[in-house]
């Protein structure tokens, strides 16, 4: 049985941090490229940061670029979301996602949210 389950959303303060997990189970992880996907109200789930399977490469959002750094542990089948700096507008739901070799297979978690406010 597949599962991602991610968890470390909260509420924090501007200029806050936070550090997401999202364990997975059920799949070869060290396979999967890995990405954490977010989502404010009314609006359309995007792409925040993405690593890939092998050698580990990412990419972000320009809006997190220099905050966020997404990382992953394969002997621990875990990714991580470093979140620093935070924003009001970082406020969303953040979900993590595992997209398969060519893309066959992808399988999403439940999403945490994360709330950034004074």
């Known amino acids: 049985q597949v599962q991602l389950v991610e968890s470390g959303g909260g509420l924090v303060q501007p200029g806050g941090s936070l550090r997401l997990s999202c364990a997975a189970s059920?799949?070869?992880?060290?396979?999967?490229?890995m990405s954490w996907y977010r989502q404010a109200p009314g609006k359309e789930r995007e792409l925040v940061a993405r690593?890939?399977?092998?050698?580990?490469?990412?990419n972000y959002a320009d809006s997190v670029k220099g905050r966020f750094t997404i990382s992953r542990d394969n002997a621990e089948n875990t990714v991580y979301l470093q979140m620093n700096s935070l924003k009001a507008e970082d406020t969303a739901v953040y979900y993590c996602?595992?997209?398969?070799?060519?893309?066959?297979?992808?399988?999403w978690g439940q999403g945490t949210q994360v709330t950034v406010s004074s």
């Open positions: 690593i890939a399977s092998t050698v580990g490469s990412t």
């Open positions: 996602k595992a997209v398969g070799p060519m893309g066959r297979t992808f399988y």
């Open positions: 059920g799949f070869t992880f060290r396979s999967y490229t």
